[in-house]
């Protein structure tokens, strides 16, 4: 199975930060890579797939980078509504997830 | 509305079994794979299983293979997991998820169904 790194573990930030997480793969994936917002008892929320393409609805603030094994999601302008915890997940062969990076108030 | 909702979940003793369905509406429904993804009290999330449209391939974690059993059924828009010889370390939410076209990717969700197997 393919391996996800995501880091940080935790991130704390102020609203109206720049935050950038970063996903390492343990091999290759292409642009295979998903990235999910999950709230407390919530289901997770599919915010960009194709690691860069932001899926309808989400704001723009939001935007994924990169390709093969370093990818990066970037929220430009944190937002009361952005803390949560963010997933990375691969899709090139059988999915695997990150461990996810919980994103707190500072 | 697209929507998707769980039901099934409780309690099993280990050794158990239990079937989960997923009941699906608002999309053409057997034009998409659909998976199950689950996520242990406090965890992170970990792919389940998944099956095509048709409901021709279907797909395990190595997890579950052996244990586990997807399947569908396009004239009731649904799929269910069927699942055996529960364990501890199986108890978790689970999710029923839908592909995003073209991908294998999860544009749509349902809030999930709780299973805990214990003694």
């Known amino acids: 199975d393919i391996q996800m790194t995501q880091s940080p573990s935790t991130l704390s930030a102020s609203v109206g930060d720049r935050v950038t997480i970063t996903c390492r793969a343990s091999?290759?994936?292409?642009?295979?890579l998903a990235w999910y917002q999950q709230k407390p008892g919530k289901p997770p929320k599919l915010l960009i797939y194709?690691?860069?393409t932001l899926e309808s609805g989400v704001p723009s603030r939001f935007s994924g980078s990169g390709s093969g094994t370093e990818f990066t999601l970037t929220v430009s302008s944190l937002q009361p509504d952005d803390f949560a915890t963010y997933y990375c997940?691969?899709?090139?062969?059988?999915?695997?997830f990150g461990r996810g990076t919980i994103v707190e108030i500072k | 509305e697209v929507q998707l909702v769980e039901s099934g979940g409780g309690l099993v003793q280990p050794g158990g079994s239990l079937r989960l369905s997923c009941a699906a509406s608002?999309?053409?429904?057997?034009?998409?794979?659909m998976n199950w993804v689950r996520q242990a009290p406090g965890k992170g999330l970990e792919w389940v299983s998944a099956?095509?449209?048709?409901?021709?391939?279907?797909y395990y974690a190595d997890s579950v293979k052996g244990r586990f059993t997807i399947s569908r059924d396009n004239s009731k828009n649904t799929i269910y997991v069927q699942m055996n010889t529960l364990r501890a370390e199986d108890t978790a939410i689970y999710y029923c998820?839908?592909?995003?076209?073209?991908?294998?990717?999860?544009?749509?969700w349902g809030q999930g169904t709780m299973v805990t197997v214990s003694s």
């Open positions: 998820a839908k592909c995003r076209y073209g991908t294998d990717s999860f544009d749509i």
């Open positions: 608002g999309f053409t429904f057997g034009s998409y794979a």
């Open positions: 099956i095509s449209g048709s409901g021709g391939s279907t």
């Open positions: 091999q290759s994936v292409s642009s295979w």
């Open positions: 194709k690691a860069s």
């Open positions: 997940q691969q899709y090139d062969s059988s999915p695997t």
